[in-house]
């Protein structure tokens, strides 16, 4: 064995013999809170994926669209079907169409009262709160407002919020945050969003 191959070897059994140690001392149960955020592509993507997995293991789940609502959805399609998958949507379009704040504001707290209902399900394994940092960032919510709810939900409730610049006290409570990273975007390039690839 070349003293490359052995020292090869070594590194990985010091990364297994981490891991491992790692894995021995998560011991706590309960769902989490997940922040998918950044300006790079994938939030809400990586957030349907979960959803996909959770349904998959035959978990209620609540999808609550904030601003994408009108556009449509690839992943909401192909799921929407399932009995275990509740989800409602603000349906107001980008606020910025709008051009309408009272509007946009009472659509806010509307579909907030369906994220309410889920966040306070027992048997509601996992939450997505799709594009909520956006109505923090706009004022049409109240951040102790989301925070109250997000902390007093079930014990074994999983929440994922996405959206970009996530509101640092989200940050700070949640268990993984996740910041999607822009090295290059098609759409910069002149080039369309794709459908059954980017919605």
């Not at 955020?37 to 669209?65: D, E, F, M, P, S």
């Not at 980008?94 to 707290?109: K, L, P």
Request: charged share 25%; proline share 1%; aromatic share 8%.
């Amino acid at each position: 064995m070349t003293d490359r191959s052995t020292r090869h070897k070594a590194s990985m059994e010091k990364l297994k013999a981490r891991v491992n140690e790692k894995v021995a001392e998560a011991t706590e149960q309960r769902g989490l809170l997940l922040i998918n955020t950044g300006n790079g592509k994938g939030k809400t993507t990586a957030a349907w994926g979960t959803v996909t997995r959770a349904l998959g293991y035959g978990y209620k789940v609540g999808v609550v669209q904030f601003i994408k609502g009108l556009w449509e959805c690839g992943e909401r399609n192909r799921l929407e079907e399932d009995s275990n998958l509740s989800v409602a949507i603000m349906a107001t379009g980008f606020t910025w169409d709008t051009q309408n704040r009272e509007a946009d504001t009472q659509a806010c707290q509307a579909v907030w009262q369906d994220a309410e209902k889920m966040l306070a399900d027992p048997d509601t394994y996992l939450v997505v709160l799709d594009e909520i940092t956006y109505m923090l960032k706009f004022g049409y919510l109240d951040i102790a407002t989301v925070i109250k709810a997000l902390e007093n939900r079930p014990r074994e409730q999983t929440v994922i919020v996405t959206g970009r610049n996530a509101h640092r006290d989200l940050v700070a409570m949640a268990d993984t945050v996740t910041e999607m990273q822009e090295v290059r975007h098609a759409f910069n390039n002149g080039l369309q969003a794709r459908r059954g690839i980017d919605f």
